[in-house]
């Protein structure tokens, strides 16, 4: 959306420009653009000491002005309008009703390249942000259920929390008794939703060689959203 300033003559004027650039350096992004010299071209002077944000960076436009013009200067003033040309074409008196107010500034102007690419690395980079907080989280109870009653239940464990993925995390675990002396074991995980599917830890890792030495099945007892 186009930021407009008017009236940049005035006290009025220079108090918006002085509000608008609380905080910031330039009148787009971090660094000097077109825009800046559109805002400066219609301050008048540098602002006074009332203005603190807007005579900084007035300051600030003037140092880079300066040194792509080395030349040194004697200093000119413009005043009054000139008179209007009594033979002037019906077309050209009827346009000038547009360029009356020199003081509002469209900041809308065409992009570069380079502000075109930037503005599209921001998006991403929004986006990217924007996907990873809405990436959730899950509690997880599984039953690992062991061949027999011959099987080593810490050996089992061990196998179990050998498996290490990025957004899985082995929690608290215990043995519960299942019958004619054999145990299973209920341990506890969490997972980042978007980076580990339960299906996939169970039938590529849990379940197949090596650690199937041990384990015989798992099934998921519960899953709740954190």
């Known amino acids: 959306m186009a930021i407009t300033f008017s009236d940049l003559h005035t006290e009025t004027g220079l108090k918006s420009l002085n509000e608008f650039l609380s905080g910031k350096s330039y009148i787009s992004g971090d660094h000097l653009t077109k825009d800046d010299v559109k805002v400066y071209a219609a301050v008048r002077g540098t602002p006074g000491d009332q203005f603190p944000n807007a ?25 009054g309008q000139a008179a209007p040309v009594e033979a002037a074409p019906k077309e050209v008196k009827e346009a000038a009703p547009a360029s009356d107010d020199d003081d509002d500034l469209d900041l809308f102007g065409d992009e570069t390249v380079e502000e075109k690419k930037a503005a599209e690395e921001r998006e991403a980079s929004v986006k990217a942000s ?10 997880v109870l599984l039953d690992v259920k062991p061949w027999d009653d011959e099987t080593d239940m810490k050996k089992l464990e061990e196998a179990v929390r050998s498996v290490e993925m990025p957004g899985l995390l082995w929690g608290a675990s215990k043995l519960v008794a299942v019958g004619y002396g054999i145990k299973k074991l209920q341990i506890m995980m969490t997972i980042v939703d978007d980076l580990v599917s339960v299906d996939d830890l ?11 030495e041990h384990v015989q099945s798992c099934d998921i007892v519960a899953f709740n959203k954190i």
């Open 55 to 79: 005579s900084k960076w007035y300051s600030c436009v003037c140092s880079h002005l300066a040194k792509s013009f080395p030349g040194k200067a004697i200093g000119v003033a413009v005043a």
């Open 130 to 139: 924007s996907k990873k907080k809405e990436s959730g989280k899950s509690s």
């Open 202 to 212: 169970i039938e590529e890792h849990l379940t197949v060689e090596p650690i199937n």
